[in-house]
Nanobody, 117 residues
């Protein structure tokens, strides 16, 4: 199974970007899909998550600025980001994790978001 994240790039502060994560197989069933990020010199951290049932969780990073969504039929997860600041500069990773049997935990390769001031 592969997760392909895309949509990163360079944007000016205050701008917007939309990230997409595509799974190569049907792995969203009874799973939680999440976007994480790792800023330079920092640990990887959760940005937002969505379950296959549609329950959404936003961390303080994302609250009010980012929107996570998923299309289970297409095996796609999205992260729409607005009001970006230089502090949002990071490599963004998508993750699909299933905690019930059969369990799995897949990571995408990451897509770089650079926000210039």
């Amino acid at each position: 199974v592969q997760l392909q994240a895309s949509g990163g790039g360079v944007v000016q502060a205050g701008g917007s970007l939309s990230l997409t994560c595509a799974a190569s197989a049907t792995i969203f069933r009874a799973a939680t899909m999440g976007w994480y990020r790792r800023a330079p010199g920092k640990e990887r951290e959760l940005v937002a998550s969505i379950t296959s049932g549609g329950t959404i969780y936003y961390t303080n990073i994302a609250e009010g600025r980012f929107t996570i969504s998923a299309d289970n039929a297409k095996n796609m997860v999205y992260l729409q980001m607005t009001s970006l600041t230089p502090e949002d500069t990071a490599v963004y990773y998508c993750n699909v994790r299933r905690s019930v049997l059969p369990r799995w935990n897949y990571w995408g390769q990451g897509t770089l978001v650079t926000v210039s001031s």
